[in-house]
């Protein structure tokens, strides 16, 4: 029986457990080569007719149906690469682009890097002249349309799993839709995991034609005609192309009592599952890296329980999948599980679509996502962890049914269920701040950004914002055009723009403030704790500058040069090596950008106002003040309240209430400095912002940064 009840009785599923690999067809229990197998294989001819006579095709197919792996070989087998064109397939997530393009090279037989490469920021695998096929984030290809904005070396574009809706994927959408109509000759692939075809279709159609049909393919399409030849479609309007998948039903079941811990009702469901002893994988659906390490540890100490008391047919083996893995984990994770274990998997929505797992059967949904949210009249953005939508639960409900018949457990009622969850996901366009969009825009020369053809357009409020803030950092004069001084450089850099402008404003202090914006560009300097937080905490107070966070990422910086970077020396510290690896591959590259820019790399040899100076031109738009001292509820003698903050810039009437403090993992917690810059927000639950990446700073400073925001105080 499960220990949380759901509401249908279990299904009766007879085989024993047993190695799930053997539910696999032999074709696909190793690494197929081919991908013959694979649903879109019969559709082959029909989706390269249709690159050939249309300019768009809007391709439609289950998550696994092989729209990633095997529509860019078509293309590359078809000639779409041939005389030095090559072909691009974007994705929103770097992980995935790196993963993906790995296993497209292995199919093909060659070396990642030659004919098949990828590219992320700060990280690519290509060879020029040699690479014929790029899996390349959203972002990566828009920034590549600052250098050639037509985009000239690409015959054909994949936008994949457009059905995400990120940001950067929308803007690219909007930004190929100008391109399409000054190179007719260029093909745009959008494939998408959900039928938003309609939405799609609509905006690629000509605007000339805007009241004409699409055309709708589901059977089989006219003579194939020799394709590859870079001639104009035939055919003005976009094409849909839906792939029929082979997937099997999936149960959906639901808790009969709400639960306010997810993580240890997926780890009690997990066990439950295992302990029903029927053949198949389990992936679990969390809301982050930090909740996906916590559950593998849990289960971990479950799976050793179970191992004691035999009699189950399979060991249980947990393993995390977060966006930030070491590649070497995430194959783990990938790979069909040892002879003899039931994989675990324990992933955030990066599974949802972005990559396949094979061998699941069931899947256990927290039914909660961890997703960016703007409130463009206080200006902060923050992630926020959110119901899922209903799409969203349907598409990863699916993962369950690849296989064999199969089972998902959602994490909720159904009637929360019902009642709670959004049937779409809101584009994440509209929910972001959208500063470093805008300056991307008008660097690429588009100057009426509010005539821009958008998907969904953003709230004007929100672009109003963005335009300011613009403006505040001088990155804009008053005709709104990119300043030579500020704009032209700042665009070029490939950072959010308050750390940009750090990296401008460092005249003095070139070195460190390269260093303190590769630092920032690295998630998790610090390791998941293993449980030991005072030891933790120890660590990170050997570290601690009395100026914040950034600073303390300096001292750790050179006390790691100065242990030669030592891994063991990490460990002991719980810092993360690969992360302080990453950090400075990225501050290599960043110095390469200062000197083209033409910006000093002094140093301020250890003088850490100068470089607070520069941070403060980069980050005053977030200056907090501590406000007063508020009632805690859970106060001891140690900690008599909570420190209250408020941002320091005028807010519009009936926003003052917003209540900030300093996040525990900041080492100024628990000082109360009374003037401080923050690098991001978290909200919680009940209503406060919690400031990450805190720099104290001096009052005077802010109005002598910006006269302009802060002058009249
Ligand atoms: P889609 O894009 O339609 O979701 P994909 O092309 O990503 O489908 O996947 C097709 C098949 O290739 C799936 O069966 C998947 O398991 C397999 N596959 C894709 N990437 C990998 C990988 N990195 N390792 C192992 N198998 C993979
Ligand atoms: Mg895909």
Redesign the pocket.
């Known amino acids: 029986a499960f220990g949380f009840r759901f509401d249908q009785k279990r299904s009766e599923l007879s085989e024993r457990a047993d190695d799930v690999n053997s539910l696999l067809p032999p074709s ?1 229990q190793a ?2 080569r081919s ?1 013959d197998t ?1 649903p ?1 294989a019969s559709y082959r001819h029909q989706i390269l007719y249709l690159v050939e006579h249309h300019p768009t095709l809007i391709l439609l ?10 529509v860019p070989q078509y293309l590359l087998e078809a000639g779409w690469a041939a005389r030095g064109y090559m072909i691009a397939c974007t994705q929103p997530r770097r992980a995935a682009a790196a ?2 393009a ?2 497209v090279a292995e199919e093909l037989g060659s070396t990642l890097g030659n004919d098949v490469g990828y590219s992320v920021r700060f990280d690519s695998c290509e060879t020029k002249g040699a690479t014929r096929l790029k899996y390349l984030t959203d972002g990566v290809l828009i920034r590549e349309m600052m250098e050639d904005p037509l985009l000239t070396k690409y015959s054909v574009i994949m936008v ?1 799993e457009a059905h995400e809706r990120s940001l950067a994927t929308d803007m690219l959408l909007g930004l190929l839709k100008k391109v399409q109509g000054r190179r007719p000759d260029l093909r745009l692939v959008i ?1 998408s ?1 959900t039928l938003q075809a309609e939405v799609l279709s609509s905006f690629f159609m000509p605007n000339a034609q805007k009241n004409g049909q699409a055309n709708i393919h589901k059977g089989s399409v006219g003579p194939h005609v020799q394709p590859g030849c870079l001639g104009l479609p035939s055919n003005q309007n976009p094409a849909i192309l839906s792939i029929e998948g082979r997937t099997y039903p999936v149960e959906i079941h639901y808790l009969t009592e709400p639960t306010s811990d997810y993580l240890q009702a997926a780890v009690t469901t997990v066990v439950d599952i295992h302990k029903a002893d029927l053949p198949g994988d389990v992936l679990v659906f969390l809301t982050g890296q930090e909740e996906c390490v916590g559950a593998v540890k849990l289960l971990d100490i479950e799976a050793e329980k179970l191992s004691r008391s035999s009699g189950y047919g399979l060991k249980m083996l947990p393993l995390p999948l977060y966006a930030g893995l070491p590649v070497q984990e995430q194959r783990m994770a ?2 069909p599980a040892p002879r003899g274990h039931r994989k675990v998997t324990l992933s955030t929505n990066i599974a949802e ?1 972005s ?4 061998g699941v059967v069931y899947v256990v949904d927290c039914c909660f996502v961890k997703q960016r949210c703007y409130n463009p009249l206080l200006g902060l953005e923050s992630l926020l962890i959110a119901p899922t939508s209903k799409a969203s639960a349907t598409q990863r409900a699916g993962r369950a049914g690849r296989v064999r018949p199969g089972m998902c457990f959602r994490l909720t009622t159904r009637e929360a269920f019902e009642r709670e969850q959004p049937v779409v996901t809101v584009p994440e366009m509209q929910r972001s701040d959208l500063t470093a969009m805008v300056l991307q825009l008008k660097a690429l020369g588009i100057d009426n950004i509010m005539r821009f053809e958008w998907l969904a357009p953003p709230p004007a409020e929100t672009m109003v914002r963005a335009l300011e803030n613009l403006h505040a950092l001088g990155v804009l004069d008053d005709d709104a055009k990119l300043t030579k001084q500020v704009g032209l450089p700042l665009a070029e850099l490939p950072l959010e723009p308050q750390l940009g402008r750090i990296l401008l404003a460092s005249s003095s202090c070139g070195e460190e403030a390269v260093t303190v914006a590769a630092l920032k560009c690295v998630p998790h300097l610090w390791t998941a704790s293993r449980g030991a937080h005072k030891a933790q905490d120890e660590a990170r107070f050997k570290f601690a500058a009395a100026e914040g966070d950034l600073i303390t990422s300096l001292n750790v910086w050179r006390a790691w040069l100065e242990r030669g970077k030592d891994p063991k020396w990490c460990y002991r510290h719980f810092l993360n090596h690969s992360s302080l690896l990453k950090a400075s591959e990225i501050q290599q590259q960043l110095v390469g950008y200062m000197k083209r820019i033409g910006l000093p790399l002094t140093s301020c040899s250890g003088d850490m106002d100068v470089v607070r100076k520069a941070i403060v031109q980069g980050m005053f738009v977030n200056a907090a003040c501590f406000d007063r001292v508020d009632y805690n509820p859970l106060s001891s003698d140690s900690d008599p309240g909570i420190n209250v903050y408020r941002l320091v810039r005028p807010l519009p009437l009936g926003h003052h209430g917003v209540r900030l403090r300093i996040h525990n993992s900041s080492v100024l917690f628990r000082s109360r400095p009374p003037c401080v810059v923050f690098a991001s927000v978290q909200q919680t639950d009940d209503g406060w912002f919690e400031m990450q990446g805190v720099t104290a700073v001096l009052p005077e400073w802010l109005t002598e940064v910006a006269p302009h925001m802060y002058g009249r105080k």
């Open positions: 696909r690494p197929s991908g694979l879109v197919g289950e998550t696994g149906s092989g729209k990633t792996t095997q993963s993906v790995a296993r994949d494939s995991a990938l790979a679509t990559l396949t797992l094979e």
